[in-house]
């Protein structure tokens, strides 16, 4: 086909599987067979009206272009048919992975659809044609004889931003089987969604992934902006397969203090630290032997916190690797580090074809039609854009901010702007005055009233919504400026769900914000806003933890981080920091932050040593129930004691009857039976007096764990259904967890196992639901025992094995000091372990503690299942 076609156009993307191998050992035979493949292309590319692009073709891959989608896919069919046909030689089998995808394309053939072409075409594997939605929709009517489209379902692609619905071309010709697309969804990760796509960097892709094979620590290095995160992000996508046990994201920049960054990345592979000397060999032990990468972002205020945490990583083995961004080295023995340059820029060019192959142009272009629909770069425009991306030095933020105000500017007001603003800023003063001076111009184009909003937004360090902007400005209703912040891209939206909206400043806008606050004298008003906002955010919780628990948690999670800082910039105010920590002590309990919680309790009773006020007795409260779960009953006793005087004194006739519910939670944890259950009856009875229902369950559900503990079976069942179905009722996952909790242990006080499978893993799901780590290792300990009691022994001690680990992980010995579960794990385990033998009972055990959280669950649940299936 003599004409390249421009437009709406249809792409085929192909390549050929595994040929690096096949050049390294068999070298003339995958000449000959790459020769016979770009044959095979050519020629059915050609008899359907296609034309090759030859220049964006890379090696064994192929770039094709179709005015019409059903030409695209017949081609890609007749491909594939030839190739099965073909004989190949024996060593080098030809393995061709297609995409199709149908977009808008110029003359230069670069594009975001180009790019999602290719990313279909990487989720694929060898023989298979993919097609997107869009080419989905254009060729079903037009499909060769007795082919037919199968639906693969939505996928999130590797550049990390848009869904693609993606289908495959099916045939009796052509092989239908294969493996799951990789996809990142079918791969552990949690690497963060991207709203847009990523543009150029393939030379630093290749480097970075080169220096991850031979180092273990590779730190990307640069002034903020130049995508140090963006570029992290994306090669971990690259590397998924690589890492079989996970790429995990961890996002350092809401901490502040040095000593919670391996906190923060325990959070993120959900391991709990220990207390005390040994507090990281849970997260040694969890990443042992594993082929896990970690990503650590915004490690630059954090530098030394980074270096001793991932010290601590360095010792779990050679195949766990660290891909850290940084404004600086770590300063660790063996580092790689990779200074991340700006991005390519058009030295010289002046045609619009080489203009478009400079990596800062390509950006700029496609955020600005992303900011005004139908922008395209042109013959009128692309010395202009030219000029702006070389006054911005390549730096990708700059530019970004650039082509945001393509909404209202053309190109050369944009580049006349930067040329008078940046006029002083040449001759050397680098990078880092380069993006100060980008965020300048854009802060310096606000108004007056959205420069006063940005500055204070500063003080936000996770997201927020509007209520929140609401307190820290309180001059005047925020919406309309908050807009336009989001418009014009200083403040970024996430949409949690289709009720939920939270706003965000990125890392270096926010940073830069503090300064702006600081110079203005207005740092001390917005920070005692933000104290005050997020004291009453706790406040208003603790208030509603009766009426509206899971709710209340969920809420607290989200804003943790804020809570965090509030508390730091607290410290220095002793009753508001004990105030403020002791609204938030019940959330750290049934959360299972444990480590967290006790600190800032004790700190925050120590600095008030003389107070007598209700926010001391819930303190003490808090701390004690925290360290019931830990198993420290002794020290919670007396703390529930001190918390139980303080509240006579206070008078407040409901803390009162929950703090009797403390201490009969310190007897049974101390395994006092008798004691705690006239504690709780007593407790039960204060309860009913207030005319809450879930006041009253809450009493029956704490009465019911004391029966349970007693074995008294008849007493315990019919409470806990009717506490069941009120939990139910009231949409209160708690109550649900802990009454089938009890029915699973009645279930194993009489000796039918296979029951207590059932209760114990419904109360698994119940507890997670409502985020308690403890109670889940628990159930998942009840399911060990009513496992190896129904004849599943290697199940159980497995799932025992896993539960112990997940204990050591929560810093809690609780269940290793209640006395009725340690006769139950008496009665149970050591008959499996007879049963089976002591070495593969050890293994079964050690196979369990081995697994990783989420692998646990996904076991317990499988378990429970089957058990179901063999009942039926």
């Known amino acids: 086909m003599q004409h390249r076609p421009v437009g ?55 770039f094709a272009v179709f005015s019409r989608g059903s030409d695209a896919i017949a081609a890609a069919f007749e491909i594939q048919r030839a190739f099965q046909k073909e004989p190949w030689p024996t060593h080098v089998p030809v393995r061709v992975r297609m995409s199709i995808h149908t977009g808008e394309v110029s003359a230069d053939y670069r594009g975001p659809h180009v790019n999602r072409a290719a990313r279909i075409r990487a989720v694929g594997h060898g023989g298979q044609i993919l097609i997107s939605g869009v080419t989905a929709e254009v060729v079903r009517g037009t499909l060769p004889e007795n082919a037919v489209l199968i639906d693969l379902g939505h996928h999130r692609l590797r550049d990390l931003a848009e869904i693609e619905h993606v289908f495959q071309l099916a045939h009796p010709e052509l092989r239908e089987e294969f493996p799951p697309l990789k996809s990142l969804r079918n791969f552990r990760q949690n690497l963060p969604v991207q709203l847009t796509s990523f543009i150029g960097r393939d030379r630093e892709r290749e480097t970075v992934r080169s220096l991850l094979s031979d180092h273990r620590v590779v730190t990307l290095v640069g002034s903020g902006g130049f995508g140090k995160t963006r570029l992290a992000i994306q090669v971990g996508a690259d590397v998924l397969e690589q890492f079989p046990d996970g790429v995990r994201f961890v996002d350092l920049a809401p901490l502040s203090d040095p000593s919670l960054v391996l906190d923060g990345i325990a959070a993120t592979l959900e391991v709990k630290l220990e207390h005390g000397d040994s507090k990281d060999d849970p997260l040694v032990r969890t990443l042992q032997g594993t082929k896990t990468l970690i990503i650590l972002d915004n490690c630059e205020h954090l530098v030394r916190g980074c270096a001793e945490a991932v010290s601590v990583l360095l010792r779990t083995g050679e ?11 770590l300063g660790l023995p063996g580092e790689s580090t990779f200074r991340v340059p700006s991005l390519s820029l058009p030295d010289g060019a002046t045609s619009v074809e080489e ?34 991306c070389r006054t911005l030095e390549g730096v990708p933020l700059a530019i970004e901010l650039a082509a945001a105000r393509m909404k209202a500017l053309s190109p050369r007001e944009i580049r006349d702007r930067l040329s008078d603003r940046f006029r002083l800023l040449t001759g050397g003063r680098g990078r880092h005055q380069t993006l100060r001076s980008a965020i300048d111009w854009s802060y310096d184009l606000l108004c007056e009233q959205e420069r006063g909003l940005f500055r204070r937004l500063s003080v936000f360090a996770g997201g927020f919504n509007l209520a929140a902007v609401e307190a820290i400005w309180p001059k005047s209703d925020p919406l309309d400026h908050i807009e336009q912040l989001v418009d014009k891209s200083l403040v970024t939206v996430e949409q949690l769900n289709d009720d939920t909206l939270r706003y965000r400043l990125l890392e270096t806008l926010r940073r830069y914000g503090v300064e702006r606050l600081v110079e203005a004298g207005e740092e001390e008003d917005a920070r005692e806003r933000h104290f005050g906002y997020y004291l009453a955010v706790a406040e208003r919780a603790y208030l509603q ?31 508001d920091f004990l105030r403020l920590a002791s609204a938030l002590g019940w959330f ?15 700190e925050a009773l120590e600095l008030n040593p003389n107070e007598r006020s209700p926010d001391k007795a819930r303190g003490l409260w808090a701390l004690s129930m925290i360290l019931n779960w830990k198993g420290e009953g002794a020290q919670a006793g007396r703390l529930a004691e001190q918390s139980l005087e303080l509240w006579r004194e206070n008078d407040d006739p409901l803390e009162l009857a929950l703090a009797l519910e403390s201490i009969g939670w310190s007897q049974f944890f101390a395994s006092d039976y008798p004691a705690a259950l006239k504690s709780m009856e007593s407790c039960l009875e204060s309860y009913r007096k207030f005319g809450s229902a879930k006041l009253i369950t809450r009493g029956r559900v704490a009465v019911g764990q004391i029966l349970a503990a007693l074995g008294d079976v008849q007493r315990t069942e019919p409470l806990a259904r009717e506490t069941l179905e009120e939990g139910r009722a009231q949409g209160e996952p708690k109550f649900v967890h802990f009454s089938l909790h009890y029915l699973g242990d009645c279930a194993l006080w009489r000796g039918d196992a296979k029951e207590a499978v059932g209760m114990y893993a419904q109360s698994l799901r119940a507890a997670l639901d409502y985020g308690n780590e403890m109670e889940a290792a628990t159930e998942m300990q009840g399911m060990a ?54 070495a593969a009972a050890v293994e079964a055990e050690q196979e369990g503690r081995a697994m990783d959280w989420q692998k646990a669950l996904a076991y317990a649940f499988a378990a429970a299942e089957e058990g179901v299936a063999e009942g039926e």
Request: charged content about 30%; hydrophobic content about 40%.
């Open 319 to 329: 195949r766990v690797r660290i891909l850290a961004t940084s404004r600086e080295p």
């Open 545 to 575: 933890r009766i009426e509206d628990e899971a709710a209340s948690l969920a809420a607290l999670e989200a804003d943790h981080d804020d809570f965090r800082a509030a508390l730091q910039w607290a410290r220095s105010r002793p009753r």
């Open 588 to 602: 750290w309990h049934l959360r299972s932050h444990y480590h967290e919680g006790r600190t800032w309790l004790e």
């Open 785 to 838: 025992m009513g496992l190896v009691g129904s004849g599943r022994e290697k199940e159980g001690l497995r799932l025992y094995g896993a539960s112990c680990a997940r204990c050591a992980e929560l810093q809690t010995t609780a269940l290793d000091e209640i006395a009725f579960w340690v006769k139950f794990r008496e009665k149970y385990l050591p008959p499996a372990r007879e049963r089976i033998g002591a």
């Open 355 to 388: 203009v478009s192959a400079c990596e800062a142009v390509q950006l700029f272009v496609d955020r600005a039609a992303a900011a005004r629909q139908g922008f395209a770069l042109s013959a009128g425009n692309a010395e202009m854009i030219a000029d702006i």
């Open 8 to 62: 709406t156009v249809t792409f085929l993307f192909t390549d050929m599987e595994g040929s690096s191998r096949a050049w390294d050992s068999y070298p003339s035979e995958t000449r000959a067979a790459l020769q016979r493949h770009d044959e095979i292309v050519a020629r059915e590319v050609e008899a359907h009206k296609g034309a090759i692009i030859l220049e964006r073709g890379e090696g064994d891959s192929v």
